[in-house]
């Protein structure tokens, strides 16, 4: 588009308008902070009229920038429409393109836990596993599905870009979903219906269960693959440089993570129901489904879509690096960043990434792009990456270096999340489960937990990003590593409000063998409280992760919010048979025995809280040290909000 941009024109209009205010403000503010006070600006005369022109004239013309800079037609953060070229605001991204990929997320988790939340029963029931073998395979299988989503933003980032990465793996998904209800159909649930409370199912064929675990670990792939690609897809189509659509990103993760609770509503729900009826062939074929339905609207949005180069392999990069700087360990850094290499111009030496300015932190580092005599008498060591590399580079390393204790630190409370879909049920199961005549499934309790994250969200986006914007002045409210602290601290009260519980729940037992008198709703508040940390920690990794990640690896930056659930529900298990072995002994029945009514399930939970305790002094700690990105976005530079 050719043309000079609008807020040229309107400079005049800006120092009509500025003058009065600024003479007004000159008048009637004698606070040391307004630089012109009314005495002086009476006895400075002309020197200061030219002072107020050259302000009002700086002011203009900062207004007159940032207008066009609001109405330029074309993004600036180096998206690309499908043809290639610079993306335009008005006919790509935006909501439009996100609205589509919220309700493509929702399917495709209607889709996903229309397999995973019953999977335990249909493996005791259809496949004939016991207890622990059928918990352990769904460990397995849970943990993988976040494992591979390493894989899929690695591919993402490096290689296929973000939309030919989820189109791949929702094919695969649908694939795995149509051979699992297939096989269901013909070799599993037979005769048909059973796997119900009280219709047994034939012993299971060999080629049906290859099918079986085949189809779950396909699906496995294409889920794992595809999250964390549409997580940073969704937010690629706002343009972080437009102020609007800034905010709009922001808001974006909060709205994806509603749509994961959304789509989860039906499954928990509707289909848990049917399948726990023995229905398993309607519910895997409802799933499959509804996951085609998301592959289709997805494709609907080809036209609108902006994408991003992928920018090559992050490892080869990282691993430059680290060679540079190890064979320069003797060199000396130089004290000023500005002396270190660095291409010219204003894009990086890396495909479809910005510069990343200078930081002072990991200096070590920095002697990968040091430039020594050496250098400089040998003109091929200039352009040998793995004997100097660029400065973007380097931050790109240190960036990830420390995002990784943040990381960790998220590690303890996957833990404290993961109990909800475990001991929670279990809990609960040992509980009063009649209102009545009506009788509430303890798995079904998860359903508080949704309706808790639908409310919080709403009340985070109407009620505190306000209040808290207006006191903290920042217009996200709370920082991503504000909003993740508060999150640990709300899953440390979860966990010590479902040990009180507990104590309650044992208190009325009346036959060792029978359920606890205590109503299955006391777990309400428990299950409200992980909801409500869900939406501050788990909104806030994706926040953060995202934002802090440099631009060649912003897929990587959301599969660590995945990782962090799969390493979460590992050390679940370790930890409960750390727990069962130390205390389950001398005929002592320990603190979770296979009968809870016997158990100390309380002091597990309290250990749970303690050690929440202790992860949020150490999570503090590294987000008081942790500093932001610093993007070179030509002459400003833009710097990410991310500290405590």
């Known amino acids: 588009m050719t043309g000079r941009p609008v807020g040229v024109f309107k400079v005049s209009e800006e120092v009509a308008v500025l003058a009065p205010i600024l ?30 022109h050259k302000t009002l004239l700086d002011m203009a013309m900062d207004a007159s920038t940032f207008e066009s800079k609001q109405i330029s037609p074309i993004t600036e953060d180096g998206s690309m429409d499908r043809r290639g070229n610079p993306a335009e605001r008005a006919t790509t991204g935006r909501w439009r393109s996100a ?11 209607c889709a996903f836990f229309g ?5 335990v029963v249909f493996l005791r029931r259809v496949l004939h596993q016991d207890n622990a073998e059928a918990a352990n395979n769904i460990s397995k299988w849970t943990g993988t599905v976040y494992i591979f989503s390493l894989i899929g933003a690695f591919l993402s980032d490096s290689y296929w870009g973000r939309y030919i990465t989820c189109a791949i793996f929702q094919i695969i998904y649908v694939t795995g979903l149509v051979i699992l209800s297939l096989a269901s159909w013909f070799l599993l649930v037979k005769p048909s219906g059973c796997g119900g409370i009280d219709a047994r199912c034939d012993e299971p064929s060999a080629p049906g269960v290859a099918l079986f675990y085949l189809s779950t670990y396909m699906i496995a792939f294409g889920n794992g693959g595809y999250q ?3 997580a940073t897809f969704g937010s690629d189509q706002f343009d972080e440089t437009d102020p609007r659509e800034a905010r709009s990103k922001v808001a974006f993760f909060s709205y994806f993570y509603m749509a994961l609770n959304v789509g989860s509503i039906f499954s ?4 848990v129901y049917y399948e726990d009826l023995g229905d398993w062939v309607i519910g895997f074929w409802v799933s499959a489904a509804a996951a085609a339905l998301a592959l289709v609207l997805f494709l609907v949005g080809i036209p609108r879509y902006r994408h991003f180069k992928p920018s090559g392999n992050p490892l080869t990069r990282i691993a430059q690096v680290f060679v540079a700087a190890f064979r320069k360990r003797n060199a000396e850094v130089p004290q000023h960043g500005e002396l270190l290499h ?38 091929e060591n200039m352009t040998d990456p793995w004997r100097l590399c660029t400065v973007t580079q380097v931050e790109e390393v240190k960036c990830i270096l420390k995002m990784l204790p943040i990381w960790l630190c998220t590690i303890v409370y996957s833990v404290v999340f993961t109990q909800m879909a475990s001991l929670f049920v279990e809990q609960g199961a040992t509980m009063n489960t009649n209102i009545g005549s009506f009788h509430i499934p303890a798995a079904s309790m998860s359903l508080f937990d949704i ?9 985070y986006q109407r009620v505190l990003v306000p209040v808290m914007s207006r006191l903290s002045g ?75 990640a440099p631009d060649g690896v912003k897929s990587f930056g959301s599969a660590l919010c995945m990782a962090s659930i799969s390493l979460g529900n590992y050390v679940s298990i370790m930890l409960v048979s750390v727990v069962t072995s130390l205390t389950d002994k001398d005929k002592r029945p320990g603190w979770i025995p296979g009968n809870l009514n016997s158990g100390h399930l309380d002091r597990f939970y309290f250990l749970l809280a303690a050690l929440s305790l202790v992860d949020l002094a150490a999570y503090v700690a590294c987000a008081v040290w942790y500093k932001g990105i610093k993007l070179d976005s030509g002459d400003d530079k833009e710097k990410a909000t991310a500290h405590v």
């Open 23 to 52: 003479l007004l403000t000159c008048l009637s503010s004698p606070s040391p902070e307004q630089r012109v006070r009314t005495g002086e600006f009476i006895n400075e005369g002309i020197t200061t009229n030219v002072k107020v």
């Open 268 to 271: 928990n729900t509707a289909l």
């Open 474 to 548: 920042n217009p996200q409210g709370l920082t991503e590593l504000q909003r993740m602290g508060v999150g640990l601290v709300i899953g440390m009260v979860a966990m010590v409000v479902s040990g009180v519980v507990e104590i309650e729940r044992l208190r009325r037992v009346v036959a060792p063998d029978e359920p606890s008198s205590l109503s299955v709703l006391w777990q309400v508040p428990q299950y409200a409280l992980i909801g409500a940390s869900e939406v501050f920690m788990y909104v806030g990794q994706l926040e953060f992760f995202n934002g802090q």
């Open 451 to 459: 309706l808790s994250v639908l409310t919080f969200i709403t009340i």
């Open 99 to 109: 609205t589509l990929l919220l309700v493509n997320y929702g399917l495709v988790t």
């Open 342 to 379: 660095e291409v010219d111009g204003d894009d990086s030496k890396v495909s479809g990434t910005r510069k990343i300015l200078h930081s002072d932190g990991l200096r070590f580092l920095d002697k990968a792009a040091t430039l020594t005599d050496e250098d400089h008498g040998a003109p």
């Open 115 to 119: 397999v995973g939340v019953n999977l």
């Open 228 to 230: 964390p690609s549409i």
